[in-house]
């Protein structure tokens, strides 16, 4: 039910930044948004956690991106932001957004939605 909406990625220089943009849509009443990410994938690799936020507002990053990338969400519109600085060759990947709801009906059960990817190039 849930669809996931990424945009924002593109070609960029090394050291140069990125915005990617994910919105949530679809979404019932009878849902709420937990956690919300993003990963990135390579071909032949798996998928990686880049950032998540959760509904708290407390963020985790992956080692690689700590102090270059900051995870933000926009808890009215359903969508959470990837602002990315100081990009690096190695952070070209396939984007995914990552979105998790909780129902709040009967068993509390938690879902997890993939947005289609947006690809991020980093590149001189």
């Known amino acids: 039910q849930v669809q996931l909406v990424e945009s924002g990625g593109g070609l960029v220089q090394p050291g140069g930044s990125l915005r990617l943009s994910c919105a949530a849509s679809?979404?019932?009443?009878?849902?709420?948004?937990?956690?919300m990410g993003w990963y990135r994938q390579t071909p032949g690799n798996e998928r990686e956690l880049v950032a998540a936020?959760?509904?708290?507002?407390?963020?985790n990053y992956a080692g690689s991106v700590k102090g270059r990338f900051t995870i933000s969400r926009d808890n009215t519109k359903d969508t959470v932001f990837l602002q990315m600085n100081s990009l690096r060759p190695e952070d070209t990947a396939v984007y995914y957004c990552?979105?998790?709801?909780?129902?709040?009906?009967?068993?509390?059960?938690?879902?997890?939605?993939w947005g289609q990817g947006t690809q991020v190039t980093v590149s001189s």
């Open positions: 990552y979105v998790r709801t909780i129902a709040t009906r009967g068993y509390a059960k938690k879902t997890d939605y």
């Open positions: 679809g979404r019932t009443f009878n849902i709420n948004i937990n956690t």
């Open positions: 936020i959760t509904n708290s507002d407390s963020t």
